[in-house]
């Protein structure tokens, strides 16, 4: 399945604020910067659906997206570094965390992690909480082809170690992995269970 049309909807720092819609939610999280709204554009086609900025924090609210008129995606703002005062970020926070535990309709959260690193433990420990709260997820490594070769080899086998052999490598300027990106993305859509080693 391919998708036709997508749309920004609404920028939500509440619940309240939500599409009231019960359609199926795709988000994404990462830290600061991983590359989430850029990944959003490359999977729709698009260079401006969603606002990208090399300033880490540039996303400071949930923005819903509607795809086929059938499911969101969800820009979540980064987690670590942010150039924002610190009560700033402990209220992304907040509502951030709101969101994964209230949300009925989160049918996966595609957890972003930067490929040229080896894992962080910032994103270890996201990960360990999302596996706590039961949500369904993929890790999806961003930017690796900035790396190549050897270097390529050992990041990808270090970071399959510590979040699973299902992590999902992606390049958006190569476009490297999105059809992989899009087959999980429309399993959840479809209600499928994703694979237990991804849980």
């Not at 709260?133 to 510590?162: F, W």
Request: hydrophobic letters at 40%; a positive charge; glycine letters at 8%.
């Amino acid at each position: 399945m391919r998708f036709h049309s997508a749309r920004f909807l609404c920028s939500a720092g509440e619940s309240e604020q939500y599409p009231a819609s019960k359609l199926p939610r795709i988000a994404f999280a990462g830290r600061s910067n991983v590359g989430k709204s850029s990944l959003i554009n490359a999977l729709v086609g698009s260079k401006a659906l969603a606002r990208t900025s090399n300033t880490p924090g540039r996303t400071q609210r949930l923005n819903f997206f509607l795809v086929d008129e059938k499911f969101y995606f969800i820009d979540l703002p980064g987690y670590g570094f942010a150039r924002a005062p610190k009560r700033v970020r402990d209220r992304w926070g907040s509502f951030t965390e709101k969101f994964f535990q209230d949300s009925g309709q989160l049918a996966l959260v595609l957890l972003l992690v930067d490929g040229r690193h080896s894992p962080m433990p910032i994103d270890i420990q996201m990960r360990s909480w999302l596996q706590s709260l039961a949500v369904p997820h993929r890790v999806v490594a961003t930017k690796i082809d900035a790396i190549s070769g050897s270097v390529r080899k050992t990041r990808l086998e270090e970071l399959s170690e510590q979040f699973g052999s299902d992590l999902l490598p992606s390049s958006v300027k190569k476009r490297e992995g999105m059809d992989q990106i899009w087959k999980e993305i429309n399993r959840a859509v479809r209600g499928e269970r994703t694979p237990p080693e991804a849980r």
